[in-house]
């Protein structure tokens, strides 16, 4: 069930890779200027930031995340190469430096014309997804020089930038997640003396990932099946992973953390606080978390699982282990190249296999009318690229002309 390896050498018609992620702050005071990029017009209140930003502080003020994309782009250079693939690969974030619109800029002081970006939200929601188009779409249009997005900011900017289908179910990430599962219950066993076999029978495997507003769900289900619909089919391909790995089914439960926003709006739960409290009580006295819902471990898995849950697990007298991100693990790196290289075929014509797992299929290339909306069913009006409901300069395919 490992991905094929693809080779082949270039991503024609792509001019460059964009690795797209979300950014986090690297020095003490860059903390609150951060926050507030990421809750800009977003109703946060302010002691959450103020209670966010000292999760940071614990750190020193200095997010993991982006050391976790230089790694990430360090690995894939080297997967690309080995595959004798020389196109060039850049990096921005949406909310700290190196920002998006440098990064275009370079690019397409380089001569690009065409990026393909590849985003570190391996689901769909208006935060992993809509919300990235949106924000290349105004991104482009700084490049371009203009104030305001125009309606096609890819002409606009002369560039334009595609997006990779969503991976949750692509073998590459399923592959990684349950390796680092197996790793999580053979560390378990250890500790506890036990047989692996009898720790995975009775220690319940926790899937964790980043909560988000019910109204976000409902918007990120309007057009696919949603962020949590999403997640389930993802959990359930790494537990059959494991359990043949390991000869026993782990019994798993997907739990949500890092919810924000004012009380009176509701997230999803149960919060994996919560979940470990519930559990304590039924007698758990172990358990694996897996933070299937982020790629690195960024500062929702360092703080969120890592600080709270792990001293909720010890309070409880639950011994807990933590298991790894997909980060730069081989067959999850080995995934996203074959994925580009798919996409590439893709858009020279040819038919390339969208190699997924689960029950839902792949995701489509570019995002389908109406995905992933911040409520379901409200279309803001605000540009973005990558998408079937996107105004593209290509005019002239049937794709781009059914979305008109
Ligand atoms: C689904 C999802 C992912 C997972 C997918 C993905 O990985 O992209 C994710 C990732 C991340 N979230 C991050 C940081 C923050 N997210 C916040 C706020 C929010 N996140 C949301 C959702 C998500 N966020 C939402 C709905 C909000 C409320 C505001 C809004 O509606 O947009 C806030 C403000 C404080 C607060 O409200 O908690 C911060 C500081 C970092 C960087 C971490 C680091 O520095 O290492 C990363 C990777
Ligand atoms: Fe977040």
């Not at 690969?89 to 990064?103: I, K, V």
């Not at 490049?143 to 305001?148: F, L, Q, Y």
């Not at 559990?279 to 933070?291: K, N, Y």
């Amino acid at each position: 069930m490992s991905a094929p390896t693809l080779t082949a050498s270039s991503l024609t018609p792509y001019d460059a890779v964009l690795l797209l992620s979300f950014g986090g702050p690297e020095q003490p005071e860059d903390v609150l200027p951060f926050m507030r990029n990421v809750t800009r017009g977003k109703g946060i209140p302010e002691e959450r930031l103020v209670e966010v930003s000292q999760h940071y502080a614990l750190f020193g003020g200095r997010s993991p995340i982006n050391d976790q994309n230089r790694a990430l782009l360090a690995a894939l250079r080297a997967e690309l190469d080995a595959r004798g693939v020389d196109t060039p690969l850049a990096w921005g974030n949406r909310n700290w430096e190196p920002y998006t619109d440098g990064a275009l800029a370079d690019l397409r002081e380089r001569g690009a014309q065409r990026v393909l970006a590849l985003v570190t939200s391996a689901y769909g929601s208006y935060s992993g997804c809509r919300q990235y188009r949106e924000h290349v779409a105004a991104a482009l249009a700084g490049v371009a020089g203009e104030a305001e997005t125009p309606a096609d900011p890819e002409a606009a900017a002369g560039v334009r930038v595609d997006k990779l289908r969503h991976y949750f179910n692509h073998p590459g990430f399923v592959r990684a997640n349950a390796d680092a599962v197996v790793e999580a219950f053979t560390d378990l066993a250890a500790r506890t003396g036990r047989p692996v076999a009898d720790v995975v029978a009775d220690a319940p495997l926790l899937f964790v990932t980043h909560s988000i507003p019910l109204a976000m769900e409902a918007g990120s289900a309007a057009a696919r099946p949603g962020y949590v619909a999403q997640h389930e089919d993802a959990c359930t391909q790494v537990a059959a992973l494991v359990a043949a790995d390991l000869g026993v089914a782990p019994s798993w439960t997907l739990a949500f953390c890092s919810r924000s926003g004012p009380p009176s709006q509701p997230w999803l739960e149960p919060d994996v606080n919560d979940v470990l409290a519930e559990r304590a009580q039924d007698g758990v006295t172990a358990v694996v978390m897996s933070p299937i819902g982020f790629v690195s471990d960024h500062m929702e898995v360092a703080y969120d699982l890592d600080t709270e849950a792990m001293a909720t697990a010890a309070d409880l007298g639950i011994t807990a282990v933590r298991a790894g991100s997909a980060s730069t693990r081989a067959p999850f790196v080995a995934g996203l190249v074959d994925l580009l290289l798919e996409r590439a075929a893709a858009e020279r014509g040819e038919e390339p296999a969208r190699t997924t797992v689960g029950g839902l299929g792949a995701w489509p290339d570019r995002c389908a009318v109406g995905c992933c909306f911040q409520r379901a069913g409200v279309d803001t009006g605000t540009p973005a690229v990558a998408g079937q409901d996107s105004r593209t300069h290509d005019e002239t395919t049937s794709e781009g002309a059914a979305a008109r």
